[in-house]
């Protein structure tokens, strides 16, 4: 912790405090993510009435619950004046862009909560990306072409917010504006770059001539947190944000790598970053895409510790990056690429994680090994090894052509590349994982992909086994010996996601096997999860509301993996996907994110929510939050 921001965290927190997160005792980081000790097993179920899927404009939570507004985009960090969000949408100006740097960013995904003190935390979120067919008005989808002001006030409004948000005398929560802890990291915000790929070839562009910084991180959909109390956030589809040729690229190997990545993309035009900004042109900065696609590790407790793109973890369209500590303390993070038929991925530290001195735990991401997911159909799997940087040295996997052995940091660079050849299991768009920490388990979630079997696609197999699936799955994976540094494991199909009524057997819900009753809500296209204290998976939903799944809003969900009895929790808004289920470290409230609301394939708005009659005429995705109304745990 910097000496500078020692003094404003001593000012910000009581002596007691104060000492708990700098010093000796790791109370506050350690409990929540090492093998929990708890005799508590979810064997009755949660006693909510389940809701079922809706087309309603406004956020619907079971009976005896109550839901408000965090936070949403545009809301001020500082001290200052909220974004103008009519004058944004009228015609941007350049007194926009200024405050967007200090508001709220757009399309809040990951959430994670990071406790201060009983009554104060910091949430981090995530923002993934920006709809200027919501955010301006006349936008064409079809024919995009945003203003340098709209392409200015976008960039900022991607990135990472950390903001301090303290307890009221209702039980719920309301932020801090103009915290100490309060930051904006923006799409051009300064990030080292560490571990095997910093000054490689690739990593160096002309404002960076040694390969060390990149400015920004981008489309940050979801993240995961350390035991350490920094936040992993994850870089996903980055292509979005590349123009130019490729053909003008003359180096084979760039241009080869750039095509197993999408780079460049027909999106670019809709943020027209590559217009304005050369380094998102890769005719004129070939490498600047290789400096994307990353996890990016950022400390909420040190607004002047820079972020930092932690390369030993891979690169490829990063979901979300979760982490767990083995039986022997190394630090195990687990990663999905989000695209279809990629894989799932996973990498163990050398070093092991330190308790006591938090700051010990800064390098640990360096060093250690990257694995890829085999699936065999007979319900066994195996984590294969890519490459392991030990110290300065990378040693490839032997079974790597070249040019992976001369030059093993492409494994890092052009991970995608390295599974390929190493006979990894393609999956259905790998979202999250989390270590459930009472069933001592992985829960892998798979979106869904509509590909799956189709002519000219790969076909089925045990772990993806459903063609053309809409509906998408989760797969729970026993690690050997329940130790996640293993490099063998076991797995189960935990469900089959659909409408326990619809009438096609790959439309139907199956949750461990099983048919599930006709009463229990249809779900479809599972994102990002999170465990309650007891067990409970809590699954938000991405993708309800597309006519080929189930034609109503996204979700959250409840699945009791002991009883098998899945509920619904909470329903969105038209257009919206639900990102970042997290809890309080109480568990007295849940926080998610209504992430795009209104947004539709065509460009038609199909919600204004959130409705505050604030003459604002613009949909605002925000963070929500839900308490019982007794105050008590939400999951009881
Ligand atoms: Fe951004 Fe994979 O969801
Ligand atoms: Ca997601
Ligand atoms: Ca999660
Ligand atoms: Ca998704």
């Not at 695209?339 to 050398?350: A, D, S």
């Not at 920490?437 to 979106?447: C, E, R």
């Not at 990102?579 to 568990?587: I, K, R, T, V």
């Not at 795009?596 to 204004?608: L, Y």
């Amino acid at each position: 912790m910097g000496e500078y921001f020692g003094d404003i965290l001593k000012r910000a927190l009581d002596r007691r405090d104060f000492l708990k997160l700098t010093g000796a005792s790791a109370v506050v980081f350690s409990s929540p993510f090492a093998h929990a000790k708890t005799k508590n097993k979810p064997t009755k179920s949660l006693s909510y009435k389940t809701i079922y899927p809706n087309n309603e404009d406004r956020v619907v939570v079971p009976e005896g619950y109550r839901v408000s507004i965090l936070i949403k985009w545009g809301d001020p960090l500082d001290n200052g004046e909220p974004l103008n969000w009519n004058r944004v949408y009228e015609g941007t100006t350049s007194e926009d862009v200024e405050r967007q740097k200090k508001c709220f960013g757009y399309n809040a995904d990951f959430v994670g909560f990071f406790k201060l003190t009983s009554n104060r935390a910091l949430l981090v979120v995530n923002h993934e990306y920006t709809n200027p067919e919501l955010m301006f008005k006349g936008f064409d989808l079809k024919n995009p072409n945003p203003t340098k002001e709209q392409a200015d006030l976008m960039l900022q409004a991607h990135g990472v917010s950390v903001v301090e948000i303290r307890r009221k005398s209702d039980g719920s929560w309301e932020y801090v504006k103009g915290s100490p802890f309060n930051r904006r990291i923006t799409g051009d915000t300064k990030c080292l770059i560490s571990g095997p790929a910093k000054g490689h070839r690739l990593m160096k562009t002309s404002y960076d001539p040694n390969g060390e910084f990149v400015y920004g991180t981008l489309n940050n959909c979801s993240a995961g947190k350390t035991p350490w109390g920094t936040v992993l956030t994850c870089e996903e589809n980055f292509h979005s944000y590349f123009g130019g040729d490729l053909s003008s690229i003359s180096d084979d190997l760039v241009r080869n790598i750039h095509q197993r990545y999408g780079v460049p993309s027909s999106r670019a035009k809709r943020y027209g970053f590559h217009r304005y900004y050369n380094r998102f042109d890769i005719s004129k900065e070939p490498n600047e895409a290789f400096r994307f696609g990353w996890v990016v590790e950022i400390d909420p407790y040190d607004p002047t510790r820079p972020p930092v793109k932690r390369t030993a973890l891979g690169r490829f369209k990063h979901e979300a990056a979760t982490t767990v500590v083995a039986k022997d303390g190394r630090v195990v993070v687990y990663m999905g690429d989000d695209e279809r038929f990629e894989y799932i991925y996973k990498f163990v530290t050398k070093g092991k994680y330190d308790p006591i001195n938090r700051t010990a735990n800064f390098g640990l991401l360096d060093e250690g090994t990257l694995y890829v997911a085999k699936f065999n159909d007979d319900l066994t799997g195996e984590w294969i090894p890519i490459a392991t940087v030990d110290g300065n040295r990378i040693i490839p996997n032997p079974n790597l052509p070249e040019p992976f052995q001369s030059d093993p940091v492409l494994c890092f660079i052009n991970t995608r590349g390295a599974a390929d050849l190493l006979g990894a299991t393609k999956m259905d768009r790998p979202e999250d994982f989390e270590w459930n920490p009472i069933t001592k388990s992985v829960f892998a979630v798979l979106t869904y992909n509509e590909r799956r079997g189709a002519s000219g696609q790969p076909s089925t197999d045990k772990a993806n086994p459903r063609p053309l699936n809409y509906m998408g799955h989760i797969i729970e994976i026993k690690e050997q010996n329940n130790d996640p540094a293993s490099t063998k494991f076991t797995w189960v199909m935990a469900m089959l996601c659909g409408d326990p009524r619809a009438t096609e057997e790959n439309r139907k819900l199956y949750i461990y096997g099983q048919p599930a009753k006709e009463t229990t809500p249809a779900i479809s296209a599972p994102d990002n999860i999170v465990f309650d204290k007891l067990g409970n998976v809590w699954i938000a939903t991405d993708g309800n509301p597309s006519t080929n799944r189930l034609a109503k809003n996204d979700g959250v969900y409840t699945l009791n993996v002991y009883t098998k009895e899945l509920k619904m929790f909470l329903s969105g808004v038209p257009g919206c996907e639900i990102c970042g289920p997290e809890f309080s470290e109480d568990y007295k409230t849940f926080f998610c994110t209504i992430q795009h609301p209104g947004e539709s394939d065509t460009g038609d708005i199909k919600s204004k929510w959130p409705y505050l009659n604030d003459g604002v005429v613009v949909p605002r995705p925000s963070v929500i939050q839900v308490q019982r109304n007794d105050g008590k745990e939400v999951y009881l």
